[in-house]
């Protein structure tokens, strides 16, 4: 019969239960003429032999589990002293459906209470007492524990005594077992038998039951009457030791401590694991001598874990304290010679000095912190000065004796067979220097691999490794090697939230050099491994391969974290395209953005420190530059592939802080792509949160943006090598300016109203400091509180409302400049310029103010037109649209270029003619004597930049005309006459631009040429080919070649007319 038939119904006959059914044969033989059931304690010696060695036998031929057959077969036999007698028929017939012991409890004759406790006794079985015991039902568990103690008190004997404390010694350390289904079925059978039974329909008359009490603790409170009532047979000082043990035991546990008390820590349990385990190996006498290491420390761990549910009731805790204190008087003078004397430690002296060291100290505990009456304060002070003073008398005993240091083989032993608190002993082994490169060290670590899998684990062996190997050179370099390999290997093997700790652990601890630092002589094919990996990164660039790559990654980070994250940057930014997988991978390792807190750059986030000492400023390329730009935003705003946890590794302030703020300055190479960056990150704002420029100091932002606007206004005048951007990068930083103005605007909850009205006071009389229309540019920022502040002369041309603004004396600006400081303020922005509109004060119908507004104008342009960004450039353009509709702007036009006067009707583009001739107008005005050595070369190319833009805008126009007038009704709107003569002349003013200007600034000029003579032949093959069209072609032809013919150099000349002869 196999354990797994328990499970299915009755036990069955098999061997074993013959070998034990011949043992109480031969038992029943020997006690004849009197049945078993009337066996005394005196009798067992002659009669009880045949069963005791029946079971030996059964557990000696059981090889596999002999414990379980030993159980087995106690468990038969009490069930057969509990089955309810006698038995009729139908009770016969009931059990054998029934009752899974019947069958083999059959073949057993009749027995008692002797027979089951002198078997016990003589076996040595008080933990399987206690397991039985505690699996009966609670009232059958208290009568037949009544039963024992009745049993123990009759005719004690020094085996008695020995087998009680026991008894009492496996109750307290019993924990239960709820999974084993034999103590299940014992139970449940013991449950029927108790309800077709009068034997238990009272429990001990000594006890009353109390469902809402612990069972355990009614057990124990017997055992301590049991104590007294065999006290007197207590002789050896062995048993006196083990007796006043258990009782300080008892009382600490299950009276003193706290209900719930903290476990003691790992190396405080280890210690005594090995104490314990220590004795055991000098005492001889101890039935765990001869154990093996791994059996001893089992059951040592049962002897220093014990734990209590419930504490005993108040009467039974004070009877247990006199009582203590009784024997401590009584048995003192004799337990302590005995502990002094020269002798070697027992286990029972050191379970003594042990076990009252602690009760001493809950003791003491227990009287500061317990309110009690006045009689039992004094009981209790009375018992804390004995056991003090018995203590102060055999104070060296628990250090008597000892072997050498056990602790390392009772760790791995725990770790081995995963006993309780193996996790914790785990930390220890991973720890503790000393231990570490023994071989049962190595062979611990080898076998138990799967456990050290865990991040804090494997950082405590890497820490261990790391310091041994650097101070213990006699250690085989193969055998680090070895050892390193397997932490890797456990490494590899934890989520990507585990090896991030471990990463920040090692990066905390040995910084951006990593593992390699220390361990570089035993990391052997680095560079091979590095190029390998990378290598496969380059080609391997997708999502599928993504989780292979972080693999890889991972375990080159955690060794060469510097090396790695490098090659990452440098890859991708160079290699094209691997920007974004890149950076999915770096996102993965959320411990990149650990501070460094020493070095050149401490209080900078490693990441941070890579990208700028491998790529920043070492681009190459603009698309190198690009790829920069888009690995930023990928790190601050990383793309989650699927299954892969990713976080942000740079933060937007950072990002302003270390590639933004330090290059603010026209004359810093860096500070083009510094803008580009600011631009990127405050439009990845929306994506977060919280207002994380709060920690950019906003204000001192916005003043060095101000102040990098106010450098432009000076710009032709600064040195070439201090002209780091573009005129047109003006646009970028006022683009900048303005969202960045914005977002603080719309955060201005953020700043107590105090903060709030100093920042902006601050930044007022900073402003001052700088050119006047930088101030303009924060109009909507200062509402409310600041009024504009302009030039006086603007209040002389414009009707400028005082609430709003105010009047300022600026140098530069003396009488007759205050159409300069208008059109300054009117290319600031569209809707400030369409209020300047609104408030220009010009009489139209006086043609003098016309004729002088307007020949002011074309000065105010002159002079402002070369500073003009792109966009400004663009709002002054559409002003002077607006100023030709309203006819504020007069601008005649000559007849210089024409030959016979055009019988058109050029209304419908005559404003598109009088711009072409302003702007010739205003070339003319920039070439002049007086005003031609304003400019550099590189801003004689500006303003043409300017005057392409313009003219392309007109061509624009002209074809947007003249196309809605061929769709209308009627000849007389078909404008192509119209608009073949706007192109003759646009091409003609062209060329005299281009006649003024140097030729290296005329390419542009020299394009837009050809694009005009384009225009005009693709136009002018939509005419039908009547006479007079012809001869019109071939006049514009000779009159456009006439023009052309002066134009230099002569490749351009011979293309133009080449062109003109096309038509």
């Not at 001889?284 to 419930?310: C, F, G, I, W």
Request: negative net charge; proline residues 5%; hydrophobic residues 45%.
């Amino acid at each position: 019969m196999d354990l797994a038939s328990l499970h299915a119904g009755p036990l069955n006959i098999c061997e074993e239960m013959t070998i034990l059914h011949g043992g109480f044969l031969l038992a029943e033989q020997l006690f004849s003429p009197k049945a078993l059931a009337e066996l005394t304690k005196s009798d067992w010696e002659h009669v009880g032999r045949p069963i005791v060695e029946a079971l030996r036998e059964i557990s000696a031929t059981a090889c596999s589990q002999p414990f379980a057959w030993k159980k087995k077969a106690l468990v038969i036999i009490w069930a057969k002293v509990l089955q309810p007698h006698p038995i009729t028929p139908s009770d016969t017939e009931t059990r054998w459906q029934e009752d899974v012991f019947f069958s083999v409890g059959n073949m057993i004759p009749a027995i008692n209470h002797t027979v089951l406790f002198e078997l016990l006794k003589s076996l040595e079985a008080s933990g399987l007492f206690i397991q039985l015991l505690m699996a009966l039902p609670t009232t059958i568990c208290r009568a037949e524990l009544e039963h024992f103690l009745e049993h123990m008190a009759i005719d004690t004997s020094s085996k008695d005594v020995a087998f009680f404390l026991d008894v009492w010694w496996e109750m307290m350390k019993h924990k239960g077992n709820q999974q084993d289904p034999l103590l299940s079925q014992f139970k449940t059978m013991a449950h029927k038998y108790l309800s077709s039974s009068d034997d238990f329909s009272h429990p001990p008359k000594r006890f009353k039951s109390d469902p809402d009490v612990c069972p355990t603790m009614p057990l124990l409170a017997m055992l301590l009457t049991g104590l007294k009532q065999i006290q007197n047979r207590i002789l050896c000082p062995g048993m006196k030791c083990c007796a006043l043990a258990n009782l300080a035991d008892m009382l600490t546990v299950f009276a003193l401590m706290e209900d719930d008390p903290q476990e003691v820590s790992a190396t405080v349990y280890l210690d005594k694991l090995a104490t314990v385990v220590s004795v055991w190996n000098s005492d001889t006498q101890n039935p765990y001598h001869q154990q093996a290491l791994a059996e001893k420390v089992k059951e040592a761990e049962r002897d220093v874990s014990l734990s209590s549910m419930a504490k005993l009731p108040n009467e039974t805790i004070f009877i247990g304290f006199e009582f203590m204190r009784s024997l401590l008087r009584e048995w003192g003078e004799e337990l302590q010679a005995m502990l002094n004397s020269s002798q070697g430690m027992s286990y029972d002296s050191y379970r003594l000095c042990d076990s009252l060291t602690s009760f001493s100290q809950n003791l003491k505990l227990y009287l500061d912190t317990t309110s009690l009456p006045k009689e039992e304060r004094q009981v209790v002070s009375d018992l804390a000065e004995c056991v003090g003073d018995f203590l102060r008398k055999t104070n060296t005993v628990l250090n008597k004796g000892l072997e050498k240091d056990i602790t390392a083989s009772i760790a791995m032993a725990i770790i081995e067979q995963k006993m309780d608190r193996h996790m914790e002993m785990c930390y220890i082994f991973a720890s503790e220097k000393k231990w570490a490169f023994s071989d049962e060290w190595l062979a611990c670590l080898v076998n138990n691999q799967a456990l050290f899998q865990e991040p804090d684990l494997v950082l405590k062996l890497l820490e261990t490794v790391v310091e041994v190997s650097t101070t213990d050179t006699a250690i085989p370099k193969s055998q680090i090697k070895q050892v390193i390999d397997l932490i890797l290997e456990c490494y590899a093997d934890l989520s990507m939230p585990d090896k991030n700790k471990v990463l920040s652990g090692v990066l905390l601890s040995w910084g951006r050099k990593g593992l390699s630092e220390k361990l570089l002589a035993y990391l052997e094919g680095f560079q091979e491994d590095l190029n390998m990996t990378f290598n496969q990164l380059a080609q391997s660039a997708s999502e599928q391969g993504l989780a292979k790559a972080v693999a890889s990654v991972a375990r080159l980070v955690i060794l060469y974290p510097e090396i790695t994250v490098k090659k990452m940057c440098s890859m991708a930014v160079v290699n094209l395209g691997t920007h974004k997988f890149l950076a999915q991978i770096l996102t993965t390792f959320p411990a990149l953005k650990f501070t460094e807190e020493q070095g050149p750059n401490a209080s900078t986030t490693f990441m941070v420190s890579c990208l700028k000492e491998t790529v920043w400023t070492k681009f190459s390329t603009p698309k190198e530059e690009k790829q920069f730009l888009e690995l930023l935003s990928c790190l601050m705003s990383p793309v989650k592939p699927q299954g892969m946890p990713v976080a942000a590794l740079l933060e937007p302030d950072e990002v302003l802080k270390e590639f933004v703020l330090p290059f603010l300055m026209l004359d810093v190479e860096e500070v083009d792509i510094s803008l580009k960056i600011f631009i990127q990150t405050l439009e990845a704002d929306a994506c977060l949160k919280e207002f994380w420029l709060q920690t950019c100091a906003p204000f001192p932002l916005i003043f060095s943006l101000c102040q990098l606007l106010d450098c432009f206004s000076k710009y032709w005048q600064l040195p070439k090598e201090k002209r780091c951007l573009s005129l047109d990068e003006k646009d970028l930083v006022i683009q900048i300016l303005e969202l960045l103005c914005e977002i603080v605007l719309a955060n201005a909850e953020t700043f107590s109203p105090d903060t709030w009205i100093k920042s902006l006071s601050w930044l007022h009389r900073k402003l001052e400091q700088l050119d006047w229309t930088v101030g303009l540019r924060l109009k909507n920022f200062f509402e409310g509180h600041f009024k504009c502040e302009v030039p006086a002369t603007l209040f002389e041309i414009c009707k400028l409302s005082e609430d709003e603004w105010t009047s300022q004396t600026h140098p530069g600006y003396g009488p007759g400049t205050g159409l300069l400081a208008w059109m300054e303020c009117c290319y600031v922005s569209s809707s400030i310029s369409e209020q300047m509109l609104s408030l220009l004060v010009v009489d139209v119908s006086n043609p003098e103010e016309v004729r002088l507004f307007s020949k002011g104008f074309l000065v105010a342009l002159v002079q402002v037109m070369p500073w003009c960004s792109s966009r400004e450039w663009q709002y002054l353009y559409q002003l002077t649209r607006k100023l030709l509709e309203k006819q504020l702007l007069h601008v005649p036009y000559s007849l210089e270029y024409i030959q016979f006067v055009p019988l058109l009707n050029l209304k419908p583009l005559a404003q598109d003619l009088q711009l072409s001739v302003l702007l010739l107008r205003a070339f003319q005005f920039l070439c002049s004597q007086s005003c031609r050595n304003w400019l550099p070369m590189e801003g004689w190319s500006h303003v043409v930049k300017l005057l392409c833009s313009s003219l392309t805008n007109l061509l624009d126009s002209v074809r947007l005309t003249q196309s809605a007038g061929a769709w209308a009704q009627g000849q007389e709107q078909d404008l192509t006459q119209e608009a073949l003569f706007f192109y003759t002349q646009v091409f003609c003013h062209v060329l005299h631009i281009m006649a003024m200007l140097h030729q290296e600034v005329c390419e542009p000029l020299y394009v837009l040429a050809l694009e005009i003579l384009t225009c005009y032949e693709t136009l002018s093959k939509t005419i039908n080919p009547s006479v007079s069209a012809l001869l019109q072609k071939v006049n514009d032809q000779r009159f456009l070649k006439s023009i052309a013919k002066n134009i230099s150099p002569e490749e351009w000349r011979q293309t133009l007319l080449q062109k003109i002869s096309n038509f």
